[in-house]
């Protein structure tokens, strides 16, 4: 798996967040069996990036926490059976299935873990996590797949150690 991890702000985390988003991502391929070998590049920048990010690409004029840009059509969320045969989805050179893009604002991180009252490296894994599953297909759109997506997180989180308490 290649997990390619770009940081383009200066803030010290305080812990290795190289890892935790490493763990979080392994950790979800293997929660949703996905069985390829992928590719997932994270980019972490601030509010004025992503807020650009967000205008161009969505159309939205704000900031938000990260923002998921999914390279694979799913047949149905976390479904990967049929892509074997999709080789536009399949790096030629690696042969990894190539799974998006996420941008993280470490502003938002921030002021998300002061607000929601816990640790940066949670709120960093909950962001991570949440971004997966829209890398899986997943959406909160509809009421039944917000709770759908929200069950996956906290399974997905607590099976990683990524509780509320983590420090």
Same mark, same amino acid.
């Given at each position: 798996m290649t997990i390619t991890i @770009?940081? @383009?702000?200066? *803030?010290? *985390?305080g812990f290795d967040y &190289?890892?935790?988003?490493?763990?979080?991502?392994?950790?979800?391929?293997?929660?949703?069996?996905?069985?390829y070998e992928s590719e997932i590049?994270?980019?972490l920048v601030d509010n004025k990036i992503i807020h650009e990010i967000n205008l161009q690409q969505r159309g939205v004029d704000? /900031?938000?926490?990260?923002?998921? *840009? /999914?390279?694979? $059509?799913? &047949? @149905?969320?976390?479904? *990967? +059976?049929?892509l074997e045969d999709l080789i536009e989805y399949? $790096? /030629? @050179?690696?042969?990894?299935?190539?799974?998006? $893009?996420?941008?993280?604002?470490? +502003? &938002?991180?921030l002021e998300q873990s002061e607000e929601y009252n816990h640790s940066l490296k949670r709120e960093l894994a909950f962001l991570t996590v949440h971004s997966m599953l829209h890398l899986f297909g997943y959406d909160h759109m509809e009421e039944e797949e917000r709770l759908v997506m929200e069950k996956l997180q906290e399974a997905i989180l607590n099976k990683a150690g990524y509780t509320r308490e983590v420090s």
């Open positions: @770009e940081n @383009e702000v200066e *803030f010290p *985390f &190289k890892e935790t988003i490493n763990k979080v991502v392994e950790g979800a391929m293997d929660y949703c069996h996905c069985s590049n994270v980019i704000a /900031p938000t926490d990260v923002l998921s *840009f /999914p390279m694979v $059509d799913y &047949k @149905e969320p976390g479904q *990967f +059976d049929h399949f $790096d /030629p @050179e690696s042969g990894e299935l190539i799974l998006g $893009d996420i941008v993280i604002s470490v +502003d &938002k991180l």
